[in-house]
């Protein structure tokens, strides 16, 4: 079977330890979660779960039967087999003397991320995309040194009026 990353929706009811049971079930089934947000959802007391994790249709079926056997799971969407509209937000703080800074400005420039702090030898980026996009400038910041990074996870949508 070939192994390949799935993008999970999943609807629960918004209370306390939901989160935990969630994670927990990946954990005790030996499933690895790449990436996991949650926010409020278009339905009040619901939040979506946007789970990024990596196996084959069988392991994803597995998770997604196990997924609904928690009482607070309200709906459960494989979004990766739909065309999909994926974002990530990472802010990465790298050292930046201000002799660096034009070339890190362009950097920033090239990627469509922004500058949003500066400091006497710092500078914090915010870049917004994909997965792949916040990789890539990670690596090509990387010799300026990076002091912090901190990356959102991956939140996404299907494309168009499907729902």
């Given at each position: 079977?070939?192994?390949?990353?799935?993008?999970?929706?999943?609807?629960?009811?918004?209370?306390?330890?939901?989160?935990?049971?969630?994670?927990?079930?990946?954990?005790?089934?030996?499933?690895?979660?790449?990436?996991?947000?949650?926010?409020?959802?278009?339905?009040?007391?619901?939040?979506?779960?946007?789970?990024?994790?990596?196996?084959?249709?069988?392991?994803?079926?597995?998770?997604?039967?196990q997924l609904y056997k928690i009482v607070d799971v309200i709906k459960v969407v494989d979004?990766?087999?739909?065309?999909?509209?994926?974002?990530?937000?990472?802010?990465?703080?790298?050292?930046?003397?201000?002799?660096?800074?034009?070339?890190?400005?362009?950097?920033?420039?090239?990627?469509?991320?922004?500058?949003?702090?500066?400091?006497?030898?710092?500078?914090?980026?915010?870049?917004?995309?994909?997965?792949?996009?916040?990789?890539?400038?990670?690596?090509?910041?990387?010799?300026?040194?990076?002091?912090?990074?901190?990356?959102?996870?991956?939140?996404?949508?299907?494309?168009?009026?499907?729902?």
């Amino acid at each position: 079977m070939k192994t390949t990353k799935h993008t999970i929706s999943v609807l629960v009811n918004d209370q306390p330890g939901v989160l935990q049971r969630v994670s927990g079930l990946f954990g005790r089934r030996g499933f690895n979660i790449e990436s996991i947000t949650v926010g409020e959802s278009e339905e009040k007391g619901l939040s979506r779960m946007i789970i990024v994790t990596t196996g084959d249709d069988n392991t994803l079926e597995q998770v997604e039967k196990q997924l609904y056997k928690i009482v607070d799971v309200i709906k459960v969407v494989d979004l990766s087999s739909n065309p999909m509209v994926a974002r990530e937000v990472a802010l990465i703080k790298i050292h930046a003397e201000p002799a660096n800074r034009p070339e890190i400005i362009s950097i920033v420039e090239t990627f469509r991320a922004s500058v949003v702090d500066i400091g006497p030898t710092s500078m914090i980026v915010q870049v917004v995309g994909d997965t792949d996009k916040i990789d890539a400038i990670v690596e090509v910041l990387r010799p300026y040194r990076i002091k912090e990074l901190a990356r959102t996870g991956v939140t996404a949508m299907i494309r168009g009026s499907a729902k």
